[in-house]
C-alpha cells in the first residue's frame, strides 16, 4: 500500500481515468438484501423479520448452581448478550429455572437433549424458549408433546440440528454429505412441527468446518422462510473459533441469511458476545458502540501501544454510542492513518497526542493518556448526542420488542 503520493506518478492519477472506474466500484449500498424471514418473540426479543439480528451466548456453568448462573446471566448482560441459553440435563436443572428465569434480565432457552419431559419441565418453570435437538428426543411423539407444551405456554423452539444427531435414514439417504444431512434432518424436523400447526421456530444447521456450514445455511434459507440462528459449532478456542465463525457468520450475514447468531468458544461467554458484536458490526448489521481502530504497531512506536489499546477496550466497551476511536503507535503516521476516527490518540516519544480528524488538539504524558482519552471520548460522546437528538442508542433495539 502506498502512503504517500509519488510525484512521478501523479499524471496517472487524473479525473479521465479515475472517475469511470470509481463509478464502477462495488458499495455497501451493493449488498444484498436480508431474507424475508418470519418473525419470532423469545421473550421480549424479536428474532426475524425486520428484527435487528441478536447476539446469543451459552452458560457454561452448572445450571443447578442457581447463584453461579444468576451471576454468569447478569456478566453476559453486561457484556450486551440479547438471549442466554443454558443446558438443562436434569430434573434438578430443570427446578433451578424457577429461580433463575425470574432473576435475569435477558430471556432464557432450555437446551434439552434425550428428554422431552425436561423440555415440558422447563417451559413450566418459565423458560422463554426450548431448544431441541429433535434427533435425539427419541421419537416423534416425544417432539409432539414439546410442541404441545411450547403451544400451551407461547414459546417459540429451536430446531437445532448438528452432525451427531442426524437421524439414520438421512445419513444413509446423503452418505458423505454432511451440509445435506443437516438440511433435510432440519426440514423433516420442521415439517413435524408444521404437521402440529406450529410455526413459532427457528431452526439452526451448525457444522464445525466453517464452509459447510455456509454451504448448509445457505441451502436451509433457499428451503424455508423461518428465522435461523447462526453458528459454526465446536468452534475452538478464543483465536481459532473466532476466525472460524468471523469466516461462516460474517459470509452468510453478509448474504442477507441470518436473524440470531452464536460465536461458540472454548472461553470465557462474555468473549462470544463480543465477537458476535464485532462480526455483525463487520458487516454493517450493527451500528451502537464504540469501534475501536487499533495500529499493530511498529519500529517507530516508542510507547505501550498494546498496553493502552486493552485498557480503551474495557473503557468503551458500555458505550453505545457509534463513535470511532483510533489507538496509534506513532504520529507520523497515526492520524494520517485514521482520519476518520472520531478521537484518535497518537504515540511519541514517551508521551501521547490527542487528535480529532487530522488535528493534534493535546499533548499528554504516557501515564495520563488514557484520562485524556476518556475526556474527549466523553466530549465526542456529548457532540454526537447533540448533533442526533434521537439516537436511543442500545435502545434503539428497545424500541422494537415487545
Ligand atoms: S501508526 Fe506508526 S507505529 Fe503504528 S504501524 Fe503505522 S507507522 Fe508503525
Request: aromatic share 6%.
Amino acid at each position: 500500500m502506498l502512503h504517500e503520493s509519488n510525484t512521478s506518478s501523479e499524471a496517472h492519477f487524473t479525473d479521465e481515468l479515475y472517475t469511470p472506474f470509481a463509478s464502477d466500484w462495488p458499495s455497501i449500498a451493493g449488498r444484498p438484501p436480508r431474507r424475508v424471514s418470519k418473525k419470532i418473540w423469545v421473550g421480549n426479543v424479536p428474532v426475524g423479520g425486520d428484527a435487528p439480528v441478536s447476539v446469543q451466548s451459552m452458560l457454561v456453568n452448572d445450571t443447578r448452581d442457581i447463584k453461579e448462573s444468576i451471576y454468569q446471566i447478569q456478566r453476559l448482560a453486561d457484556a450486551g448478550v440479547d438471549i442466554v441459553r443454558l443446558a438443562v440435563p436434569d430434573a434438578e436443572a430443570a427446578e433451578a429455572l424457577k429461580s433463575i428465569v425470574p432473576a435475569s434480565p435477558v430471556p432464557i432457552v432450555a437446551d434439552i437433549h434425550f428428554d422431552y419431559r425436561l423440555a415440558l419441565q422447563s417451559a413450566d418453570n418459565g423458560v422463554h424458549a426450548i431448544r431441541i435437538n429433535p434427533g435425539n428426543i427419541g421419537s416423534k411423539d416425544f417432539v409432539r408433546k414439546v410442541v404441545e407444551k411450547c403451544k400451551e405456554r407461547e414459546l417459540p423452539i429451536r430446531i437445532g440440528v448438528n452432525g451427531g444427531s442426524v437421524e439414520k435414514a438421512i445419513k444413509l439417504a446423503y452418505p458423505k454429505q454432511l451440509e445435506r444431512q443437516l438440511v433435510e434432518s432440519a426440514l423433516l424436523n420442521a415439517r413435524i412441527l408444521e404437521d402440529e400447526n406450529f410455526d413459532q421456530f427457528k431452526i439452526s444447521v451448525k457444522a464445525s468446518d466453517p464452509l459447510q456450514a455456509v454451504t448448509a445455511y445457505r441451502e436451509l434459507a433457499r428451503r424455508c422462510d423461518y428465522p435461523l440462528h447462526l453458528g459454526v459449532t465446536e468452534a475452538g478456542t478464543l483465536k481459532r473459533g473466532i476466525s472460524k465463525s468471523a469466516f461462516a457468520l460474517g459470509m452468510l450475514l453478509y448474504e442477507g441469511i441470518g436473524d440470531t447468531i452464536r460465536v461458540s468458544l472454548t472461553a470465557d461467554s462474555v468473549e462470544e458476545v463480543f465477537a458476535g458484536h464485532e462480526i455483525l458490526r463487520s458487516v454493517g448489521l450493527r451500528q451502537e458502540g464504540v469501534n475501536i481502530i487499533s495500529c499493530p504497531a511498529c519500529g517507530r512506536c516508542e510507547v505501550d501501544l498494546h498496553g493502552l489499546t486493552t485498557e480503551v477496550e474495557q473503557l468503551v466497551a458500555k458505550l453505545d454510542v457509534p463513535l470511532t476511536v483510533a489507538v496509534m503507535g506513532c504520529f507520523v503516521n497515526g492520524p494520517g492513518e485514521a482520519e476518520h476516527a472520531d478521537v484518535g490518540i497518537a504515540g511519541g516519544i514517551g508521551q501521547y497526542y490527542i487528535f480529532r480528524g487530522e488535528d493534534r488538539i493535546r499533548r499528554v504524558p504516557e501515564a495520563e493518556a488514557l484520562d485524556a482519552l476518556k475526556e474527549e471520548i466523553a466530549r465526542a460522546t456529548e457532540e454526537f448526542k447533540k448533533a442526533n437528538p434521537d439516537w436511543q442508542g442500545s435502545k434503539q433495539a428497545q424500541l422494537i420488542k415487545k
